[in-house]
């Protein structure tokens, strides 16, 4: 499995990376969530993540990231915390759920505790600060 992280993370992603588990950092040109969703799902990757619960209030990047449901494309990630280093601590300790959860077309919402896979209904009653 293949995860980007978008360039709010912190370096260096080796230190959390998993067997079968490969994470990157983005690096390239700058570029709206949007555009790097589409670019990560042109690129192969499984999923990528964002930080904070405030990028589910985006409604086009919502809407990108279900609009690939049943096709080649990424999963959404959004953590809970906007905090860089906390949010790559939960990150990491729930990669094998993201890894058996993300699919193209689902976001998944990343808490201190364990993953929720959202739906867009769902999406309507998560906070958004």
């Known amino acids: ?26 690096q390239g040109q700058a570029l709206s969530d949007v555009e790097l ?16 619960r405030q990028t589910l209030a985006r409604t086009e990047l919502v809407s990108e990231a ?33 890894r058996r959860e993300a699919r193209s077309g689902l976001i998944l919402l990343i808490l201190s505790d364990g993953v929720r896979v959202l739906k867009p209904a769902d999406l309507e009653s998560v906070p958004k600060s």
Do not use: K, N
């Open 37 to 52: 969703l589409r670019v990560a799902s042109s690129e192969g990757y499984d999923a990528v993540v964002f930080l904070g």
């Open 66 to 98: 279900t609009r690939s449901s049943g096709s080649a494309g990424s999963a959404m990630v959004v953590t809970h915390t906007i905090d860089p280093a906390r949010a790559m601590t939960h990150v990491s300790s729930h990669l094998r759920t993201i």
């Open 1 to 26: 499995m293949r995860l980007l992280l978008d360039a709010s993370f912190p370096e260096p992603m080796s230190a959390y990376s998993q067997p079968g588990i490969e994470l990157e950092r983005w």
